[in-house]
């Protein structure tokens, strides 16, 4: 799986829009974009995923680049529930060979 | 259920102990992985089941630490004379094979203290 890139940690305040970046250079064609996100104690939650087209679902937005070297996830309207270590990994989907190698994620802190 | 379980979601013991780890896949989710992550760390992958069958065992930090998937559902960790380096929280999750991508769902995790 390709490595990828995130700032270690952001803030967002309550209500604005959060964009959280991700690198992924060496993503290969057939490798999709995932986002998790790990609220503290609790095991990591799927937000979205992509291959190369923009997506939306009720929890965030994943917008990404057209050379598909890096994305942005943006939780809209952000809460205190908000904050947690968001995950930005690429994977190979549709295989049986798949696993996930998670890096250290960016800590987003939503402040009142 | 509808979420991945795991049980038991704390566990502490003494060095040098056996203990397992029990993990629940989503009902029909074909694939199981395990992965660890100790304090203030990402998430380290262990092994990875497709059906009772593992292909990839690489993330097994040593020969202390097994699993195993019995009818295509639930998995057991085992980790033999435990260290205290082995403290961590024990995640699990499940995929399916097609539909969504093999998007995993994660469940709670098991928090082993090694005393």
């Known amino acids: 799986d390709a490595k990828t890139t995130q700032p270690p940690s952001m803030d967002c305040a309550e209500g604005r829009a959060a964009n959280l970046p991700c690198n992924h250079s060496t993503i290969s064609g057939n490798e999709y974009v995932y986002w998790y996100r790990q609220i503290h104690s609790q095991g990591p939650q799927y937000i979205i995923h992509?291959?190369?087209n923009n997506e939306t679902n009720e929890m965030a937005s994943l917008i990404i680049t057209e050379d598909r070297k890096s994305s942005t996830l943006i939780p809209p309207h952000a809460t205190l529930r908000d904050t947690a270590v968001y995950y930005c990994i690429v994977r190979v989907a549709y295989t049986n060979a798949g696993k996930s190698t998670f890096g250290d994620g960016t800590t987003l802190t939503v402040k009142p | 259920g509808a979420g991945v379980s795991q049980s038991p979601s704390n566990k502490v013991t003494e060095k040098g102990k056996d203990v397992e780890l029990r993990c629940d896949p989503i009902s029909g989710h074909t694939a199981l992985y395990w992965y660890r992550q100790s304090l203030g760390q990402g998430l380290e992958f262990l092994i990875y089941f497709q059906g009772n069958s593992a292909p990839d065992k690489s993330g097994l930090p040593s020969d202390r630490f097994s699993a195993e998937r019995t009818g295509g559902s639930v998995s057991t960790l085992t980790i033999q004379r435990t260290q205290q380096e082995d403290s961590a929280v024990y995640l699990c999750a499940s995929s399916a094979i097609a539909g969504a991508g093999e998007t995993q769902y994660f469940g709670p995790g098991t928090r082993l203290l090694v005393l």
């Open positions: 992509g291959l190369k």
